[in-house]
């Protein structure tokens, strides 16, 4: 699987995580804040920010009986009608271009989620370098090979795929000569029974293409349990006030929370290390003191054979034979008299 790269930015096994801002809906459409979340994720040490680019119009053929609930930091459910919830998420042409130039100036990565086919194109108007696509949306044919067809790296949600619908999601890509694939394990359960964290391992192993995990909530221990199987992507989503009472704030992180799990993030993946026993510097270090040395246990004479009753296993190691030898050196003599807590060195017996 070879490293795979946006704008500039390699993507691999061997490189540090992609940290990706999921401001898609914590934006709330309004074009002041995008901008401001844009700032917040800079400063945090994220990779990118992320965005939704929608048009519910285009979404939904029954735009009434739409139920759709969400907690919010209060602890209240709130429901609402779906499509009247997406709609205030719309932005308008011209602020996506203005947010593209902000995000270029800053020196962050920008890209999006499309969820309707002419999206694509305005994404390739604005030079985004990546696409997303969401949960939802991995059967949306058209869309899917449209994107395709671009052979830019994308991310795809596989929240409520199988294996043979992901199989199939591959295939589409495959047709077009697209590698350039990012599987992100994602999942819609508080059961953490269902989660299966190892699914991120068993993406990358099953289908040979990079694998990553997609943050449902402000639960940063998933996110860390999750490193051990090597995601190259991790997308969180980022509020600038997660007790805004709109959508997915309260699962947000605010950007002070933000920087400090990018941070620990890149401290966790360094202790992975490699498939691989050695110890380290330090280790290598306290050996030396705390392995166990032979030595005289009481008075020997010299010509005196050597036996369990007067050679002991003592602190400091470099002082005497390493006591894994202890066997072969009992019953040979030593040469010349040594007393207690004497090193036995080669050159005395």
Not at 79 to 87: F, G, H, Q, V, W
Not at 177 to 185: E, G
Not at 318 to 328: E, F, K, L, M, P
Request: some cysteine; glycine content about 4%; charged content about 35%.
């Amino acid at each position: 699987m070879k490293d795979i790269e946006i704008a500039g930015k390699k993507i691999g096994l061997d490189q540090p995580i992609f940290v990706s801002a999921e401001v898609g809906t914590t934006c709330n459409g309004d074009f002041r804040t995008a901008k401001k979340l844009i700032d917040a994720a800079k400063k945090s040490g994220m990779d990118a920010v992320k965005f939704q680019i929608l048009n519910p119009d285009d979404k939904f053929s029954d735009k009434k009986n739409l139920i759709y609930s969400y907690k919010r930091h209060d602890g209240k459910v709130v429901t609402e009608n779906i499509y009247e919830m997406l709609k205030k998420y719309v932005m308008a042409k011209e602020e996506w271009k203005e947010l593209k130039k902000y995000a270029d100036k800053e020196g962050i990565i920008m890209f999006a989620t499309p969820d309707y086919v002419e999206a694509v194109d305005l994404m390739e108007e604005l030079k985004m370098p990546a696409y997303k696509i969401a949960t939802w949306d991995v059967t949306f044919w058209p869309m899917l090979e449209k994107i395709a067809r671009l052979k830019k790296p994308t991310i795809v949600d596989l929240g409520a795929s199988d294996k043979e619908e992901v199989a199939k999601i591959l295939k589409v890509f495959d047709k077009y000569k697209n590698d350039k694939i990012i599987l992100l394990h994602c999942f819609h359960t508080e059961e953490f029974e269902e989660m299966n964290l190892r699914t991120v391992e068993y993406l990358r192993e099953t289908f040979r293409h990079l694998s990553g995990f997609s943050a449902p909530g402000r639960d940063n221990e998933l996110d860390y349990l999750s490193l051990p199987y090597y995601p190259v992507y991790i997308e969180k989503r980022l509020t600038l006030n997660r007790k805004d009472p709109e959508h997915h704030h309260s699962q947000a992180l605010e950007p002070d929370e933000m920087k400090d799990y990018v941070k620990k993030i890149h401290e966790l993946e360094k202790a992975r290390g490699e498939f691989d026993l050695k110890p380290t510097q330090g280790d290598l270090k306290m050996r030396s003191v705390h392995f166990r040395g032979m030595v005289a246990k009481v008075l020997i004479k010299k010509g005196e054979r050597l036996t369990a009753k007067n050679v002991a296993c003592r602190r400091p190691y470099y002082r005497g034979i390493d006591s894994t030898h202890y066997n072969s050196i009992l019953g040979r003599k030593v040469n010349k008299d040594m007393k207690e807590n004497e090193p036995i060195t080669w050159e005395k017996i």
